[in-house]
Each structure stands twice: as C-alpha cells, then as structure tokens.
C-alpha cells in the first residue's frame, strides 16, 4: 500500500531566472524537509517584472498542491513587496486559494521575523536597481521598522545576478551597516548569501537577515519545525 513518506514538503515559488535558491535551500534544510519547486517568469529585477511575475501565481500553484506540500512560499522580496503594505497578504491569500495549502513569501517572513529579533532599525544591501531598493525600502518603511540606509549593486538581470561571488554580499553588508542599525538585510533571492551570514554577523555583532534565510525560517515555523538549524546565521540558530 502507498503511504506518505515521515516527512515535510515545501513548496517554493522561485523566479524562472532563479540558480542559487534551490542550492541554498537544500544547503541549509533539514533531512526530513524535502523541496519542491514551481517557477514564475521573471528575467530582469526591474518595477514591471516584479509586478508580471505573479499572473502565473495560481496556476503554479496548483502544480506544487498537485506534490501534497505543506506551505508553499513565495520566494522573492521585491515581488512580494512590489505594491506596498498589505501586497503580500494579497497574494499569500492567491496561493491559499488556489492550491488549498498555507502560504507565505519573503515579504511577509522578513517582516516577522524583524519583530521576532527586535530589529526597528534597519539597513538593506542588495544586487539589484536603487529603484528597487526604494521600493523595498517603502514597504518595511511603511510596516513600521525605520530603513536608515540602501546600498545597491545596481544588476537587472537576474542570471547576472545569480552569478555574483558571495563576498560581494559580505562587502556590501560590511559598507551599508550603521552603528544604530539593529539588524542588516541581504535582500534578493538569487544573490549568494548564506555561506557568509555567521561571518558577517560575527563581524558586525548584530543579527543579518537574508531573502532565503528569512524565507525559510517562516517556512518551518508554518510547517511546525522548531528543531534550531545552525550554520545560517542568528534567525535559524534560535528563533525557531
């Protein structure tokens, strides 16, 4: 008789143009939580292909309830961010109602897990447009955690993006940081990040949040996981 493995499956909502967030998924998930991935076009990180990617966000889905997932995530923060305060639970509620299963994106997560580190002072590195980061910038802004300072790579294509080394992420993390600062964000889930949390945070002495790290950490509290995973930084290590 067919029977479901003693497992958790997560969904993920990954931009078509996406190499690095399955990789740093797998790198950092448990043995019992198994991945399973759904893309949505996107090839530039710009204003009109953060707002086009999700026309396909039902349909895909749909595909991932097809793999009996626990929670399905939307994985990018300037997608999820794109409308402002409230867009997220938007679409969170788009995935709900097509696939049937609890839903969160890096929008969302992020913002939690802020509130759970106690961070009301932040500061965003990213690979991406000043545009974006603005628009980044407005949604945490308006969600009631000050920005005190962007810094941005300023990349629109996602595969370059994809392709940067992840000492770019640690350089620019070291130069946007502020002493008031109470947390720094790597933001974008296609940029490298995770093999440089710990370091960057040992060197700051204060909590680094990443798009993936932030992402998932909301996945395994929605799917009830509360074992610590460290290796990835603060979030993961003890806020679990």
Not at 28 to 48: Q, W
Request: include cysteine; hydrophobic fraction near 45%; charge should be negative.
């Amino acid at each position: 008789m067919a029977r479901r493995e003693d497992t958790k499956r997560i969904g993920l909502l990954a931009p078509s143009s996406s190499t690095t967030q399955e990789i740093e998924y797998r790198r950092i998930l448990p043995v019992d939580i198994s991945l399973h991935t759904a893309r949505l076009v996107l090839r530039t990180v710009d204003p009109n292909a953060t707002i086009s990617i999700v026309e396909e966000i039902e349909q895909e889905s749909r595909k991932l309830a097809d793999a009996d997932v626990d929670v399905i995530v939307l994985a990018a923060t300037a997608p999820s961010s794109r409308k402002g305060i409230g867009y997220d639970r938007e679409l969170i509620r788009r995935i709900t109602d097509a696939s049937g299963k609890p839903a969160t994106t890096a929008s969302t997560a992020m913002m939690q897990a802020l509130e759970v580190l106690g961070a009301r002072k932040i500061v965003i590195a990213a690979p991406w447009s000043d545009e974006v980061n603005r628009i980044a910038a407005a949604f945490i802004e308006a969600s009631g955690v000050h920005v005190l300072a962007h810094r941005a790579l300023g990349h629109v294509a996602n595969l370059e993006i994809g392709l940067l080394d992840e000492a770019t992420a640690f350089d620019l993390g070291c130069e946007v940081d502020q002493p008031d600062a109470d947390a720094v964000m790597l933001a974008c889930g296609n940029w490298r990040t995770q093999g440089i949390v710990d370091r960057l945070e040992a060197t700051l002495g204060k909590p680094v949040v990443t798009t993936n790290q932030v992402t998932l950490w909301g996945a395994l509290r929605t799917i009830g996981h509360t074992v610590p995973v460290p290796g990835w930084g603060n979030l993961l290590r003890t806020r679990l």
